[in-house]
């Protein structure tokens, strides 16, 4: 079993950043890909971005150029720097394990990123 566990989320004023990180602990022999999907109320579950254990990376198409995911594979944590935030950057993000390519296995609890002034 593998559990995730986010940290980092909170409140920022439109224009900041904020980081955030998911770890990773249990029986793991080998991750082929983690990532970050958001989710608000109403609306369908976006991937925000993932990175493979080679460190090819996908983004999507709202936080391109302002998001950048980095993973430790020693550690078994992925991050998420996210700069310049939107108020519609709002949202509970949700990290997430592959154990191969697009099996979703895990998923963390979810941390919420509140952008407002």
């Known amino acids: 079993q593998v559990q995730l566990v986010e940290s980092g989320g909170g409140l920022v004023q439109p224009g900041g950043s904020l980081r955030l990180s998911c770890a990773a602990s249990?029986?793991?022999?080998?991750?082929?890909?983690m990532g970050w999907y958001r989710q608000t109320p109403g609306k369908q579950r976006e991937l925000v971005a993932a990175?493979?254990?080679?460190?090819?990376?996908t983004y999507g198409d709202s936080v391109k150029g302002r998001f950048t995911i980095s993973r430790d594979n020693a550690k078994n944590t992925v991050y998420l720097q996210m700069n310049s935030l939107k108020p519609e950057d709002t949202a509970v993000y949700y990290c997430y394990v592959d154990l191969r390519l697009g099996t979703r296995d895990y998923w963390g609890q979810g941390t919420q990123v509140t952008v407002s002034s």
């Open positions: 249990g029986t793991i022999f080998s991750i082929y890909a």
């Open positions: 990175i493979t254990r080679g460190g090819t990376t």
